[in-house]
């Protein structure tokens, strides 16, 4: 080959391969069309390819024809004659891209990779008008003559959707039925068939068609996987069943033939047996047929023994019956006995009887001393939901004996205790004994501020300041503690100095507003420097 000409072919093809990046899948040219292509041709294509992506429809338009008529033997061919359809589609003439594009291409090139993105294309063309049928068709029309093709699963999700949208069961089930038993599987293909296999058993499952429906996922598992498979939809059939009462009758003959099936599997797989009869028990107890779902904790019983787990399942059984003095016996016959208390003093709570409750997690400290913390912090929260301030602070009292690490926490919830005992000063002396600069200084400023000491808040808030990210919180707070005070003029300019200095601020922001609908002052020039 000439060097001049190699080295132009270079140019052209790194520019061609920037532009196929740009184009569409449906408007990408086959590689093997590609390669069969004299230099010329690639030449001429990418000149229409380039007035086509740069927006000069009519001009690729020409160019296009300009290489029919100069290649029309040529292996792209059937490619510039696709590319024709999309430039006509663009220049908004659909019909003549259908009749005189993407339609030749089906005819003269039937054979052609082209052809197959064309009766794509053709049904796109349609849908984009507004003509759903005529899509469909074109849809259909190319399952039928391409059903390998990738862009094959590209249209039958398309009709699926058309399906949905149209309440079509017969195609619906028509498509899904391809998806699951006919499409080959492969990386492009498989997600979609396996969704589709999914929907295709649910359908037949709402049909009380089972069998059908497990036949359906039986193209994606096998063994216990297939059962579990089949058993979840089973039962998520049976609970769209007992939504009314026509259907009713329906999931009670479904959920029989579950148990049955269940209790089979369960001989078939004894090391799964229990399993099998806690799912029998739900499913009672879903069927609202409660006396047999303690018959079956009872079998459990007999068969493998009674441990926590039933001693559990059978507890809340009975408070489902309002027999909550029974689940309460059950609780205390758990092995584990600090798992059967808290159970207890669960239930108390929810009866609202905390004094109970209490008397309970006392037992556990006696009986489990090394999670005592746990058990004093549940009495603790108790006697603060009954606002019992005095006695929540005397156990967090006890906690700081105990749990000395963790006495700043302690302190500040008791401090927050005397707060809502409006014993302000015993609230300041435990903020004061907290390690947790500013919020204590804030916290203890406001207690300050309750009881008219405005000066003593004042320091503190200056002492904030030094932080970076507190100050402006802290000059707001000077503001609003001048203003508690009567010193309206402080007031005022303390706002003005926070707008001034934090102008970026959230701070700034209430500032600025409070002068306007406090003080009617709508522009913030500062003040004096210091306050």
């Known amino acids: 080959m000439n060097p001049l000409l190699l080295k132009l072919v270079l140019i052209v093809t790194l520019v061609s391969q920037n532009l196929f990046a740009q184009l569409s899948t449906l408007q990408q040219i086959d590689v093997g069309s590609f390669e069969k292509m004299k230099e010329v041709e690639r ?16 001009v690729a338009l020409s160019e296009y024809e300009k290489f029919l008529t100069l290649y029309e033997k040529s292996a792209g061919a059937p490619y510039a004659q696709l590319m024709w359809s999309h430039t006509m589609m663009n220049l908004k003439k659909p019909k003549t891209a259908l009749r005189d594009g993407f339609q030749s291409v089906i005819d003269y090139w039937p054979d052609s990779n082209e052809a197959t993105i064309a009766a794509y294309c053709m049904g796109d063309a349609y849908r984009k008008m507004g003509e759903v049928a005529d899509a469909q068709k074109s849809f259909r029309f190319l399952i039928k ?14 009709l699926l959707h058309y399906a949905r949208l149209h309440q079509d069961l017969e195609e619906r089930l028509l498509i899904l039925n391809d998806l699951t038993f006919n499409v080959e599987r492969n990386d492009l293909t498989k997600a979609s068939c396996i969704k589709a296999c999914h929907e295709l058993a649910e359908l037949h499952c709402f049909a009380q068609n089972l069998d059908k429906g497990k036949k359906a996922l039986a193209t994606t598992y096998t063994g216990t996987k297939l059962f579990d498979k089949v058993y979840q939809l089973s039962f998520k059939t049976l609970n769209h069943f007992l939504k009314t009462p026509e259907t009713k009758p329906a999931a009670l003959k479904l959920g029989d033939q579950l148990i049955s099936t269940l209790r089979a599997e369960g001989i078939e797989r ?3 047996a229990k399993g099998f009869l806690y799912q029998v028990a739900a499913l009672h107890q879903t069927l609202s047929r409660s006396a047999e779902t303690m018959k079956v904790y009872r079998e459990i019983g007999e068969s493998f023994g009674i441990d926590d787990d039933l001693r559990g399942r059978m507890a809340e059984w009975y408070i489902a019956q309002k027999n909550r003095d029974e689940a309460r016996r059950t609780y205390l016959s758990f092995d584990n006995k600090i798992a059967g208390l808290q159970k207890i003093a669960a239930m108390f709570l929810e009866e609202k009887k905390p004094e109970k409750a209490i008397e309970i997690y006392r037992q556990l400290i006696d009986i489990d001393p090394d999670h005592s913390v746990a ?8 006697y603060s939901g009954l606002s019992d301030w005095l006695n929540a602070i005397s156990v967090y ?41 500013p919020a204590n200084y804030f916290a203890i400023a406001k207690c300050h ?7 003593e808040a004042i320091l503190l808030y200056n002492q904030c300041k030094i932080v970076e990210n507190a100050a402006p919180e802290a000059s707001l707070q ?17 706002f003005q100095l926070t707008c001034k200095r934090y102008p970026k601020s959230a701070q700034a922001s209430k500032a600025h507003s409070h002068l306007q609908n406090q003080y009617n002052i709508f522009v913030t020039l500062g003040g004096a420097e210091e306050e």
């Open 375 to 382: 058990h004093l912090t549940a009495i603790a929260s108790v």
């Open 145 to 158: 003559e391409y059903p390998k093709h990738e862009i094959a699963m590209r249209a039958r999700e398309d």
């Open 449 to 455: 501020r309750k009881i008219g000491e405005y000066d």
């Open 43 to 58: 030449y001429q294509i990418r000149i229409a390819e380039k007035h086509f992506l740069n927006g000069n429809y009519k």
């Open 270 to 272: 004894p090391e799964s």
């Open 478 to 494: 000077i503001g609003f503690t001048y203003e508690e005070a009567e010193q309206k003029a402080k007031a005022i300019r303390t």
């Open 397 to 437: 009292r006890e906690l700081i004996e105990i749990n000395g690490d963790n006495s700043g926490n302690y302190l500040w919830t008791i401090a927050g205790c005397y707060e809502s005992l409006l014993d302000w000063k015993k609230a300041i002396a435990c903020y004061r004994q907290v390690d947790r600069f």
